[in-house]
């Protein structure tokens, strides 16, 4: 018999990892957040050039999270002054303000709870991840990616849009989808209601594989 290894980390569709941490917009806690979702995002070091082009691809799309009910929030580990150094230098070089706080993560306290910290890639900085939190605190979606390659925040907005889309409509989304494309139909449970999925009106092609548009 093998030994089991137990998950480590944040899980999906569990209650997301409580913090309370200093950020450049005060003290921030997971409870502030509640009613909305949030975007929890990590970066390996502050005055880094992939980090930059990423956090100023954030803030153009702030105003379009925003429209969605969610909340932008950086983390690393660096200190609460180099991250307002790093934001004033990103205003005066690349003309961006950084609208959204960003948690200082000095005994990366954050970073361990959600998992940030992979010895596989430095022990010393936080990957890239991205944690969407929805309005009742339950982590929904994570995006990991390496040191060497920045994320694609259309993506993570795109990804807010199909999880909001798919509790509203009882629906699953395909690969890729944007608002407009059909959508994925629940798959019949038993196999009287396998039988009857022809009949029941939806772009069917087979009883498993069923969509509609919105």
């Excluded at 950020?23 to 806690?29: D, L, V």
């Amino acid at each position: 018999m093998t030994d089991q290894i137990a998950p480590t980390g944040p899980r999906l569709n569990e209650t997301a990892p409580a913090f309370d941490a200093l950020t450049t917009h005060g003290q921030k806690t997971l409870e502030d957040y509640r009613g909305k979702w949030l975007i929890l995002f990590s970066h390996p070091a502050d005055f880094t050039p992939v980090c930059t082009t990423e956090f100023i691809a954030f803030a153009k799309k702030q105003d379009e999270f925003a429209a969605l009910n969610a909340e932008l929030l950086g983390l690393s580990i660096d200190s609460h002054y180099s991250h307002i150094a790093w934001m004033l230098n990103i205003k005066e070089k690349f003309g961006v303000e950084i609208g959204f706080p960003i948690i200082a993560d000095l005994n990366m306290a954050v970073a361990q709870a959600y998992g940030t910290i992979q010895p596989g890639a430095s022990d010393t900085a936080a990957v890239r991840a991205t944690f969407l939190i929805d309005p009742e605190g339950v982590l929904r979606a994570m995006v990991y990616y390496p040191m060497t390659a920045g994320r694609s925040v259309d993506e993570i907005h795109r990804l807010l849009v199909a999880l909001q889309t798919a509790d509203e409509n009882k629906c699953a989304m395909p690969e890729n989808w944007t608002p407009g494309d059909p959508v994925i139909v629940p798959t019949p449970a038993t196999p009287d209601a396998a039988m009857a999925r022809i009949e029941e009106g939806y772009d069917t092609v087979d009883w498993y594989f069923s969509t509609r548009s919105l």
